[in-house]
């Protein structure tokens, strides 16, 4: 059991009121709020040890080089990669997908094959376009049902030599679909073929242990599991970072420059070119202690909770149709009112204090699947409650009648 008082103090902004009503963030998808512990964390680094790293003999940039390594190694514990030079430090998911894809174009040749799945975000759908029409390469889509899944039999039928990479998401950002990533990693390898799991979605909900899973890469952002806007982490198999050229050039990746040849750094700043994001990384680990702290077990089962208790709750709204209804879902809800655009209802629910996401989610092929302009997300975290749930459903009947 959470102890849910505690946890949401915790969080100075779920004190304030939006509109003069109490904020209720149903936003957690796009970007979870911070503890007070980590926004301490950023005032700690910047009050006391900023400086550049991995460069000064000075006292400070040890410091700052020594809480950075730190934060590398929890995190290299938290996703239980091999060795901590696997763990790249990355402004986010988009530029961790754009440095494996940058990086397979010296790989790929005409005629090879790129599979994505259509329930990708567009941060996993562009770079690998992007790439294919610098290669000659063929993006191919494994697609989806009604419900929101992916239907495997497709998958196994469009695995062949010619593939090369896959990249899907472990877990849908527009519809909650949790994808059978074990199934797809094993079957990818039969072929010979890389898999690149996009874990933006999924790493606030659960601890993926790629070792177990066995993916040659793994993307998350630091800002959707309590960390700072602006990092990002690109796992990556030791024999797979050094087979791929850097994503960047400049300082801090390179071994020896001269106007003859340059020689690149090791693993991992092969791959992190220039100043990074240093208060931004060490804090990524601040949030991450938070996270384990509660207990990642503990987030999924009450997590769950909070999605059955909304999904029965907003089914008796008349009208009111769930896309993405996976045997297996993480806590998103995707929905429509029959007859009312959801950037209407976005609109009115805010002014009761209520924060969620409207649109298409940058998932616009789910949109023209099911023939829509876009959704109403709601997307939970542990410091929800279902009194939130209950205002929400509320506010919901209040815009309908307003609406309709």
């Known amino acids: 059991m959470l102890d849910l008082q505690k946890i949401r103090a915790d969080f100075p902004i779920l004190t304030q009121k939006v509109n003069g009503k109490p904020l209720v963030y149903f936003d957690n998808g796009a970007t979870s709020q911070k503890p007070k512990v980590v926004i301490d964390a950023i005032t700690k680094y910047y ?13 400070l940039s040890q410091l700052a080089t020594d809480a950075y390594e730190v934060s590398r190694r929890k995190i290299q514990n938290h996703i239980n990669a091999k060795f901590p030079h696997e763990v790249i430090f990355t402004s986010g998911t988009t530029h961790a997908i754009n440095a494996v894809a940058n990086g397979f174009a010296s ?27 610098r ?30 990479i896959v990249a899907v998401n472990h877990i849908s950002n527009a519809l ?20 690149l799991i996009d874990g933006a979605q999924a790493t606030p909900h659960l601890k993926p242990d790629v070792q177990a899973l066995d993916c040659d890469f793994y993307v998350f952002s630091g800002h959707k599991i309590c960390g700072p806007t602006g990092v990002g982490i690109l796992y990556g198999k030791e024999a797979w970072l050094h087979k791929l050229p850097p994503y960047q050039g400049g300082g801090e990746m390179i071994a020896t420059v001269s106007f003859e040849k340059t020689t690149y750094a090791d693993l991992p700043h092969k791959f992190e070119a220039g100043t990074p994001n240093i208060e931004g990384g060490i804090v990524l680990g601040t ?15 009450y997590e769950h909770e909070l999605l059955v208790y909304a999904t029965e709750k907003l089914l008796q709204i008349e009208g009111l149709k769930i896309f993405g209804t996976a045997v ?67 506010a919901l009947q209040k815009a309908k009648m307003m609406l309709s």
């Not at 005409?110 to 259509?118: N, P, R, T």
């Not at 697609?143 to 030599?161: A, Q």
């Open 287 to 301: 949030a991450i202690d938070y996270l384990n702290g509660i207990g990642f077990d503990n987030i999924a089962a």
């Open 47 to 59: 009050e006391e040890i900023n400086a550049n790293i991995h460069r000064g003999v000075h006292t």
């Open 107 to 133: 790989i790929l040749k005409s005629g090879d094959e790129v599979l994505v799945s259509a329930l990708e975000h567009h941060s996993n759908i562009v770079p690998w376009q992007m790439l294919c029409e």
């Open 176 to 195: 909650g679909t949790i994808n059978p990533i074990e199934y797809m990693i094993e079957k990818a390898h039969q072929f010979g073929a890389a898999i």
């Open 328 to 394: 297996n879902k993480a806590s998103v809800i995707s929905f429509n009112i029959e007859g009312i655009h959801p950037y209407d209802i976005g609109t009115i629910i805010d002014k009761l204090g209520i924060a969620v996401r409207t649109g298409h989610h940058c998932a616009q092929p789910i949109m023209d699947f099911f023939k829509i302009p876009g959704t109403i997300r709601a997307s939970f975290a542990f410091y929800n409650t279902k009194e939130e749930i209950d205002i929400f459903v509320e």
């Open 135 to 164: 290669t000659g390469a063929i993006l191919k889509v494994i697609p989806m049902n009604e419900n929101g899944e992916l239907i495997m039999s497709e998958y196994d039928r469009l695995l062949s030599d010619k593939t090369k």
